[in-house]
């Protein structure tokens, strides 16, 4: 187990909480960067903070490390869940026994938590996505979809709207598949390499999960084909600096998964003091949130070019 203590000089004031943030991969840019976000938000509230997560997307394994601070007793989980279905049983028995549980970037089902920090409203996101890839490819043609797991609530929620803005926006736009990563660059990979070849006529790729678009732009750049098929979609700028400046890709979305990181301890912060969170309450470091019932927003994506990418470095 990996801990962050952290210190405030008004950390006598009150009491001090063991927060355990568990993301669904360890090592991959994105959930780092979450993970640099939440030990900035530890050293400004004076948490404790458990980062741990799974080597790989294992659901299996994120149940049991869920478990693990169950035992301990910590005052918040929070949580990045890879399956709903097997996870929110294990984050229902959290709360009974007086943890207070949050999911952020990948929700539980309701009763698995008392809230859920999201990144951006889902409808709106979807259809940035697909209006992104029309503009580009002229708004008809083939494409597929790469998400990373059909357990992944919030990338079904963003592929559904997506389907949904097609049928009524653009049709003259086929979906000839959805394809699932698992969160595992080398599928990633395969899935993009898979695509190219099987369809022939193939104009575009969204990426909603966060390995899909660099791994869509390395195959295009090694069957030189970045000219024929346009990549949007989900993908930390750092992965994508050099595809967007040499042309290869025109722009990607994201937000920032750091202060999604830092908004997370800073939500388990406020729940432990029985602060109300309310829509537009501004929280220092983030700015204002949204809230629509249990589910708070953290507020509106990015857009990378190759104008800006250099500005960040996540």
Do not use: C
């Not at 990948?106 to 992104?132: K, T, W």
């Not at 494409?143 to 389907?163: D, F, P």
């Amino acid at each position: 187990m990996q801990e962050t203590p952290a210190s405030d000089p008004n950390s006598g004031q009150k009491e001090k909480i063991d927060i355990a943030v568990i993301p669904k991969v360890m090592d991959i840019p994105y959930f780092q960067s979450v993970r640099e976000g939440v030990e900035e938000a530890a050293e400004s509230s004076g948490a404790t903070i458990h980062f741990k997560g799974p080597a790989t997307a294992n659901s299996k394994q994120q149940e049991e490390i869920i478990d693990t601070f169950i035992k301990q007793g910590v005052d918040v989980l929070a949580v990045s869940v890879i399956d709903p279905d097997r996870l929110t049983p294990v984050l229902a028995e959290a709360r009974r026994q007086g943890i207070t549980v949050l999911t952020w970037d990948a929700d539980s089902h309701p009763e698995g938590r008392d809230y859920f920090i999201n990144m951006v409203d889902a409808e709106m996101l979807a259809e940035h996505l697909l209006d992104s890839l029309a503009a580009q490819i002229g708004e008809a043609g083939e494409y597929v979809i790469h998400s990373g797991s059909r357990s992944s609530l919030n990338q079904e929620e963003w592929r559904k709207w997506i389907e949904h803005h097609n049928r009524v926006h653009y049709p003259n736009l086929i979906l000839r598949e959805v394809a699932y990563t698992n969160d595992d660059p080398v599928k990633a990979y395969q899935e993009a390499k898979h695509a190219v070849q099987a369809y022939p006529e193939l104009k575009g790729i969204i990426g909603i999960a966060s390995l899909g678009p660099p791994a869509a732009a390395t195959v295009l750049k090694e069957e030189n084909m970045t000219r024929d098929i346009s990549i949007v979609g989900l993908a930390s700028p750092r992965d994508m600096n050099t595809y967007l400046k040499e042309g290869d890709v025109s722009s990607i979305t994201l937000w920032s998964p750091k202060k999604l990181g830092y908004l997370t301890v800073m939500i388990a912060e406020l729940l432990h003091e029985e602060t109300r969170i309310e829509d537009g309450m501004h929280i220092d470091g983030v700015g204002r949130i949204q809230v629509k019932k249990e589910q708070i927003i953290m507020g509106e994506p990015i857009e990378f070019t190759a104008e800006n990418v250099d500005q960040y470095d996540f």
